[in-house]
């Protein structure tokens, strides 16, 4: 049974750092592009970052700006997302999933597997 669990989530000051991780289990995704999505309550999930298996090659949503940076540890089947200098609007519930096509895809309907979510809340 596959499972992704995420974890690193937190309370964080604006323009502060959190590392998010995200461990699956069940099987190996070294082919499969990995992605971070997050959402706000009643609003539409959006996505984050996305790294492909095959060549490595990373996607970005556009209010990153150069402050997110997504990897992955296929070792330890893990992805994670490196996030800096957050504002007040990065707060959400953040999901790791995994596209077995691997696409890259912006859109959450691609990917096959979900984690449980982490929350993320910027405030001072």
């Known amino acids: 049974q596959v499972q992704l669990v995420e974890s690193g989530g937190g309370l964080v000051q604006p323009g502060g750092s959190l590392r998010l991780s995200c461990a699956a289990s069940?099987?190996?995704?070294?082919?499969?592009?990995m992605g971070w999505f997050r959402q706000v309550s009643g609003e539409e999930r959006e996505f984050v970052a996305a790294?492909?298996?095959?060549?490595?090659?990373?996607y970005y949503g556009h209010f990153t700006k150069g402050r997110f940076t997504i990897s992955r540890d296929n070792a330890k089947n893990t992805v994670y997302l490196q996030m800096n200098s957050l504002e007040l609007d990065d707060t959400a519930v953040y999901y790791c999933?995994?596209?077995?096509?691997?696409?890259?895809?912006?859109?959450?309907?691609?990917?096959?597997?979900w984690g449980q979510g982490t929350q993320v809340t910027v405030s001072s």
């Open positions: 999933a995994v596209d077995s096509m691997d696409r890259g895809s912006s859109d959450y309907r691609d990917y096959d597997y």
């Open positions: 069940g099987r190996t995704f070294s082919t499969a592009a």
């Open positions: 790294l492909t298996g095959g060549d490595r090659t990373s």
